[in-house]
């Protein structure tokens, strides 16, 4: 699958989707951000049942600061529409794959009751 860009409008209903979504947030000028693309592009090659989603925090301020966007880039990993990770920095290859398995791996209902007790 190709990695998504997503938008205010369209944001919420891809995150909000069942299975796994990752969701990078990066902006042209960060050198970071560039170095992190292609690692990020690759496992979403290697992964087609995961929605791979960028976010331009540039053009879209208004959803970056809604994210609570501090630093980029930030990867955050959303699994049955709840948000499970989220992380300031470019992941190795490796890291990444190892937060992929980890995110597969969640105990769901596990997930949803302490979720619930938070809230």
Do not use: Y
């Amino acid at each position: 699958m190709s990695v998504l860009n997503l938008t205010m409008k369209t944001f919420e209903e891809v995150v909000s989707r069942d299975g796994v979504v990752l969701v990078d947030w990066w902006a042209s000028w960060c050198g970071p951000c560039h170095r992190f693309a292609p690692v990020f592009e690759q496992a979403g090659k290697r992964h087609p049942d995961i929605v791979f989603g960028k976010v331009d925090t540039e053009a879209e301020q208004d959803l970056a600061i809604a994210a609570r966007i501090s630093s980029i880039p930030t990867l955050m990993a959303f699994r049955d529409g709840i948000l499970v990770f989220s992380q300031p920095g470019a992941f190795p290859p490796a890291a990444l794959e190892e937060l992929i398995t980890a995110v597969r791996g969640l105990d769901m209902e596990q997930v949803r009751s302490e979720t619930t007790a938070q809230h």
